[in-house]
């Protein structure tokens, strides 16, 4: 039977993993839950580790743009503090059931939503970390002002490790001012590479978007370009003009636009089929597209970006890799048990790379403790 800890402190989450290490058990982190599906399909731990008592927002820091958050503090929550002031973590992926999703484990799979078109992904947002090592230790890097780089290599590797190499405990975030409104200009289009061509022109362009997303389903594809600020109108009327000139239908502007980029998170999870992650570079935006129709699969990404979140039949996820023979991954994230048994979902091949990361793997966590077999290589 799986044992349950809920630690309160840096050093008792330190204490839990100290205790499981040297009695040679296995330790699964868990912060709201909504993403325990991705990656490998990993035995059953002997220590589940909740953060969810590791919820405090310890300091806000409304002048200087930063925040320091513990793990278990709800995305959801922080962003409502935050906006109190009129400020925001540009951070914006799903956040599951009764928003659940928390700071530690958004940071922890590197998770994110279109904002990330302007302000980047959870590694540019983090400018310090705290973190629980299964030697007992309780480690800290970085600071809590946006100059300071100190330890910045430590928040890099936590960030998208899946909790491999400890728990992270609080991070320092950096903040940004929450715009006032937003519009948006989406045009529609059945050519792939007319979609593409028109994401390149809208990346290029001097706009200030706040976002820039595909979306394709049963062979049609939609751009949207979202602006913010004191007068988004005209942003986004600008980029519809551009969208026209590209040759796109359908071509809008709106200033109701929450529902258009809610659908777009949404098509991130898929509780029922499977979801592939694709990174490529934006020039292969058509390559992926097309791959999707071939595979009947839905897509939603980041088309300035090279980010695709592709959704489809679990049988079919054999079918979309091998059409995709050039992208940097294509990783498993939503998937049946079996599936992520059958197939491995991160595609990981022999070499450097991988040896790399076993290594930091083995320095961090010697004794493998944290979330074993759920990473590359089975790390």
Known sequence: MTEVARPQTAQATAAVLAQAAAGGRSVRIVGGGTKQAWGAAASE?????????????????????????????????????????????ALDPPLGDDQAATIGGVIATADSGPLRHRYGGPRDLVIGITVALSDGTVARAGGKVIKNVAGYDLAKLFTGSFGTLGAIVSVNVRLHPRPHASATASGASAD?????????????????????????????????????????????RRAAALLREEGL?????????????????????????????????PSALAEVLRAAGDCGAAVVGRAALGTSYVELDPDAVAALRERLPNVRAAV????????????????????????????????????GTCNPGSFVGGI
């Open 45 to 89: 731990p002997a220590v589940t580790l909740e953060t969810g008592r590791l919820d405090r927002i310890l300091e806000h820091n409304a002048g200087d743009l930063t925040a320091v958050l513990e793990a278990g503090v709800p995305l959801a929550r922080a962003q409502a503090a935050f906006a109190s002031t009129g400020q925001m973590l």
């Open 192 to 236: 792939p590479a007319l979609l593409a061509t028109a994401a390149r022109a809208l990346a290029a362009a001097p706009l200030e978007l706040e976002a820039l997303d595909v979306a394709w389903r049963d062979g049609w594809g939609a751009l949207l370009a979202r602006a913010g600020g004191a007068r988004p109108e005209h942003q986004a």
């Open 249 to 281: 239908e359908r071509v809008d502007v709106t200033s109701e636009d929450a529902p258009l980029w809610e659908r777009q998170r949404a098509g991130q999870r898929s509780p029922g089929r499977a979801l592939v992650r694709v990174a490529t570079t």
């Open 332 to 367: 498993l994230l939503d998937g049946p048990v079996a599936l992520r048994r059958a197939q491995d979902p991160w595609e990981a091949p022999e070499g450097p790379a991988l040896e790399l990361m076993r290594r930091v793997k083995r320095s961090f966590d010697p004794a």
